[in-house]
């Protein structure tokens, strides 16, 4: 298939990354990035957050991502590169603009696999105490490593693996808690979704904040636009249908595990600082046995599968920004046996790994990866938001004001509204990550390497391949 080389080509590279991904690995590599189980680990946060809206918080988040993947799919049939919002923010508004982009999802990306491994290593400890939190951190990072650095094939196939474990896990839950509200452990209830007496804006706007840390992960199939068999609109179809497919999931659980939860005041008052909520609510459902298998699903599924997908975004934005000559040469090079950028790919290991044993060590640890992921990403978002209405609207002049003009600006409004009512410390490390990005931005403009993309018009020779090692 020639379509997705001639557009490389277009944009001065060359095709140095393995096409072999259908729609299916596409979708599945979405759908595990997000963890069909991921409220499991964070659901009485955002009940606490959301004064028992859970629901409603999840609903907010699918509805504010819908029209972010709607402007990923409209960027990314522009520019069908690897990168993500770095590439879509740079070649749509300008390139120190992109750079500031994926400055900012790197504090996504980079910290979502250190998140994953350390509550996969506690929750795991937590089952078997004989074995420590460092040493399960270590064995995490070595599996995903080595299975990362096979090539994407392989990658693809565990990932569908552990997707059906997910899946299973998740409809014997439900099957079991909607038995149990049927038969009289709980009443069905229409409060997880809007309660009148604890509603504020505000405070639902603020449980998203949290929620939102669920969905993020669809845009991870962005990084892939240079492994898709069917380009661009491959990619465009896997980001709508894995939102669409885990939004569903996450409501449907939350609201059964909110209506089995044994005391609701107790759990909004508390909070629930041992992270047990959803398996206090599983075991309502049918027993011990349950909040077990549940408890022990979702330690692996964050600790294997979630973080070793985070692990193959990263190493694609690394390696799209060294490809461009914005970070380390080393970070640019690809596997020639293998077709991945496996020096990208041992650095996330190596950084993942000491950041994770690190937090281990703070109280805080969790709470602060989690405020610091959510900020990043929303960040980018707003930006990639901005980038459809620069390119389409200002540059090319589009017609098509629903879909160029309408539908960003609502999506930005929505993300705008959500990081305003974000953590205030999050907000506060936030900024400071991103204007040490515009540090760096100005010592690359001091030192003669100005941030530049090519192909912002048809090349008349691509660009030579990065340098490949064995």
């Known amino acids: 298939m020639s379509y997705p080389v001639?557009?490389?080509?277009?944009?001065?590279?060359?095709q140095e990354l393995r096409r072999a991904l259908r729609f299916r690995d596409l979708l599945?590599?979405?759908?595990?990035?997000?963890?069909?189980?991921?409220?499991?680990?964070?659901?009485?946060?955002?009940?606490?957050a959301s004064g028992g809206m859970v629901v409603g918080a999840y609903a907010i988040g699918v509805i504010a991502l819908v029209f972010t993947a709607f402007s990923y799919a409209q960027m990314v049939k522009a520019f069908p590169l690897s990168g993500s919002v770095?590439?879509?923010?740079?070649?749509?508004?300008?390139?120190?603009?992109?750079?500031?982009?994926?400055?900012?999802?790197?504090?996504d990306y980079i910290l979502v696999p250190s998140l994953l491994y350390l509550v996969a290593a506690v929750a795991m400890n937590a089952t078997l105490p004989a074995i420590p939190v460092w040493l399960w951190l270590i064995g995490f990072v070595a599996a995903n490593t080595i299975v990362n650095s096979m090539g994407i094939r392989m990658t693809a196939r565990f990932t569908w693996v552990m997707l059906i474990g997910e899946l299973v896990v998740l409809f014997v839950f439900l099957g079991f808690g909607v038995w149990a509200i049927i038969t009289g452990a709980g009443q069905w209830t229409w409060e997880p979704l809007y309660n009148p007496n604890t509603f504020g804006w505000a405070l639902l706007l603020g449980a998203t904040s949290v929620a939102v840390l669920s969905f993020l992960g669809f845009d991870g199939i962005a990084m892939l636009a240079e492994e898709a068999k069917g380009g661009s609109k491959a990619i465009g179809r896997a980001m709508a249908g894995a939102l669409f497919v885990t939004g569903l999931l996450f409501i449907a659980q939350t609201w059964v595990a909110a209506i089995l939860t044994p005391d609701p005041q107790g759990l909004i008052t508390n909070g629930d600082p041992a992270g047990t909520a959803f398996y206090t609510a599983a075991e309502v459902a049918s027993g011990p046995w349950l909040a077990t298998v549940c408890a022990v699903a979702t330690a692996i599924a964050w600790g294997l599968p979630d973080s070793m997908v985070a692990q193959v975004a990263i190493s694609r934005l690394l390696y799209a920004m060294a490809r461009d000559k914005q970070l380390p040469a080393f970070l640019g090079k690809v596997s020639r046996k293998r077709n991945v950028?496996?020096?990208?790919?041992?650095?996330?290991?190596v950084v993942s790994l000491a950041l994770g044993l690190y937090m281990n060590q703070r109280g805080d640890g969790i709470a602060l990866l989690s405020s610091l992921i959510n900020?990043?990403?929303?960040?980018?978002?707003?930006?990639?938001?901005?980038?459809?209405?620069?390119?389409h609207v200002i540059r090319k002049r589009s017609r098509n004001l629903v879909a160029h003009l309408l539908m960003p600006l609502?999506?930005?409004?929505?993300?705008?509204?959500v990081v305003w009512n974000a953590?205030?410390?999050?907000?506060?490390l936030g900024f400071v990550w991103i204007g040490l990005g515009v540090l760096v931005l100005i010592g690359l403009y001091l030192t003669g390497r100005r941030p530049e993309l090519s192909g912002f018009a048809p090349v008349s020779q691509p660009a030579a391949p990065?340098?490949?090692?064995?």
């Open 410 to 417: 609502v999506g930005a409004t929505i993300l705008g509204f």
């Open 86 to 107: 770095y590439n879509y923010v740079g070649r749509g508004i300008g390139a120190p603009v992109g750079f500031v982009a994926g400055w900012a999802i790197m504090l």
């Open 28 to 48: 599945a590599y979405g759908l595990i990035f997000m963890v069909p189980i991921a409220p499991m680990a964070i659901f009485g946060a955002v009940f606490s």
């Open 341 to 349: 950028p496996r020096n990208a790919i041992w650095l996330v290991a």
């Open 6 to 14: 001639e557009e490389l080509q277009r944009f001065g590279y060359q």
């Open 423 to 428: 953590n205030v410390a999050a907000q506060r």
């Open 466 to 470: 990065a340098r490949q090692e064995v």
């Open 375 to 391: 900020f990043g990403a929303l960040t980018a978002f707003l930006l990639l938001h901005l980038s459809v209405i620069v390119y």
